[in-house]
C-alpha cells in the first residue's frame, strides 16, 4: 500500500511540473495521461533509487564544495534521464532542456514532500479513529 501512495504522490508531483514551460505531458484523453504520469512516476522512483546514490557516491567532494547545491543539479540531471527513457518507452512525456528539468525537479521534490507530509497526518487519524 505504501508502494502505491508514494507512486500515487509522485505521480501528482510530475502532473504539477506540466505546468512549467518545457515540460509537457501528451495524451488524448485523461485516461492515457494518469496512465503516462503513473509510469513516469514509476521511472523517476526507479532512476532515484538506482542511480541517486551512484551520483551522490561519485560526487562526493562536489556536495561537499557546494554545500549541497550540487544535489540540485544531480536531481534535475535524474528528471530529464526520466523524460528521455519515456521518450524510449513511448509516452507522451518530454522535459526541453536543462533549465525546465532543474526547475521541474524542485517541483517534484516540493510537492511530493508535503503530500507525503499530508498522507502521513491523515493515515495515522485513520488508524486512531
Not at 515540460?23 to 522512483?45: E, M, N, S, W
Not at 534535475?76 to 533549465?99: E, I
Not at 528539468?101 to 503530500?115: R, Y
Request: net charge positive; charged share 10%; hydrophobic share 60%.
Amino acid at each position: 500500500m505504501a508502494l502505491l501512495v508514494h507512486i500515487l504522490v509522485t505521480a501528482v508531483a510530475v502532473w504539477v511540473t506540466t505546468a512549467l514551460p518545457g515540460v509537457t505531458l501528451g495524451g488524448q484523453d485523461t485516461g492515457t495521461r494518469i496512465v503516462t504520469l503513473a509510469v513516469v512516476a514509476i521511472v523517476f522512483g526507479v532512476v532515484n533509487a538506482v542511480l541517486k546514490p551512484v551520483a551522490k557516491t561519485l560526487g562526493c567532494l562536489l556536495y561537499v564544495l557546494t554545500l549541497g547545491l550540487f544535489g540540485l543539479v544531480v536531481n534535475a540531471l535524474l528528471f530529464w534521464l526520466t523524460s528521455w527513457l519515456a521518450g524510449r518507452l513511448a509516452l507522451p512525456f518530454h522535459v526541453d532542456g536543462f533549465w525546465p528539468a532543474f526547475w521541474g525537479a524542485i517541483i517534484v521534490t516540493i510537492v511530493s514532500s508535503v503530500l507525503h507530509a499530508v498522507v502521513r497526518r491523515v493515515r495515522p487519524a485513520r488508524e486512531g479513529g
